[in-house]
C-alpha cells in the first residue's frame, strides 16, 4: 500500500509564482529524493538528501530533510514554463536499497 | 549526468511476441531496476537486481523475466505480450560498488504498445 503522501496531487500556477510540495509518511525515512518527469522521459534527480534537517538548493529549487525523518518539502522559486511536468518524492527507509515512491504532483502553469 | 540507455524509445507488437527491452548503464553501478509506469501514474518496482547473477521481483507482479548477467545490462523480456502489458518500463541503476548510496538514475524509458 502508499506508505507516502505526496500532495498536492496537482498545481496550477501562473508564471513567476513560488510552488510548494511535500511528501509525508508514518515511517521514518533515511534518504529522501525529488525527481522530476517530463512526458515520455525517465525521471531526473532534482535533489538527493540524505540527513534529517538538511536543506539543499538547486538553482531555483530548494528541498529539505524533515527533522522528524518522516517528510520532505520541494520548494520552486519564480516558476517558468519548463517547470511543468510531474514532481516525485521517494524515500529509502530500510538497508535495502529500494525506494518508496509518492504519486506525484502534476505541476501546471496557467496561460 | 546518468549514463544510462534504454532501447527501443517506442515499440509497438502485436499480442504473442515475444520482446526484450534492452538496459544498459555505464556508470559501473551494481543496483539496477525495473519499473512499470502507466501515463502520469507512481511508479511501480517489478524487478531489481543487486549484482551479477541476481534478480529478485518487486512490489508489482509481472509476467516477465530479467537477467544480470554483465554488471553494465539488465534486460527484461516478455515472452507473450498482451495487451495488459501496455505501460511504459522505466529502467534504473544505482550505488558505485561498494557505496551505500540510494540514489537511483532513470533510462528514458520505453513505451510498449501491444494491440
Known amino acids: 500500500g502508499q506508505q507516502l503522501n505526496q500532495s498536492p496531487q496537482s498545481m496550477f500556477i501562473q508564471e513567476g509564482e513560488d510552488v510548494s510540495m511535500n511528501c509525508t509518511s508514518s515511517?521514518?525515512?533515511?534518504?529522501w529524493l525529488w525527481y522530476k518527469q517530463d512526458p515520455g522521459e525517465g525521471p531526473v534527480l532534482l535533489i538527493a538528501l540524505y540527513k534529517a534537517g538538511e536543506l539543499t538548493s538547486n538553482g531555483r529549487l530548494t528541498a529539505q530533510f524533515g527533522i522528524t525523518r518522516k517528510d520532505s518539502f520541494l520548494n520552486i522559486s519564480a516558476s517558468i514554463p519548463s517547470d511543468v511536468g510531474i514532481y516525485f518524492c521517494a524515500g529509502n527507509k530500510d538497508s535495502n536499497y529500494q525506494l518508496i515512491w509518492g504519486a506525484g504532483t502534476k505541476l501546471i502553469i496557467k496561460p | 549526468e546518468a549514463d544510462i540507455y534504454q532501447t527501443p524509445r517506442y515499440l509497438v507488437i502485436g499480442t504473442g511476441k515475444k520482446i526484450t527491452l534492452e538496459c544498459s548503464q555505464t556508470m559501473g553501478h551494481d543496483k539496477m531496476y525495473w519499473y512499470q509506469q502507466d501515463p502520469g501514474m507512481e511508479l511501480h518496482l517489478i524487478h531489481y537486481?543487486?549484482?551479477?547473477?541476481?534478480?529478485e521481483k518487486g512490489d508489482l507482479s509481472s509476467e516477465s523475466t530479467v537477467s544480470r548477467i554483465r554488471t553494465e545490462h539488465f534486460p527484461l523480456t516478455l515472452e507473450s505480450a498482451r495487451p495488459s502489458h501496455t505501460s511504459q518500463y522505466l529502467c534504473a541503476s544505482s550505488g558505485d560498488l561498494g557505496s551505500t548510496t540510494d540514489t537511483q538514475y532513470f533510462g528514458p524509458g520505453t513505451r510498449l504498445t501491444v494491440l
Open positions: 537486481s543487486y549484482g551479477v547473477n541476481s534478480t
Open positions: 515511517s521514518i525515512f533515511n534518504t
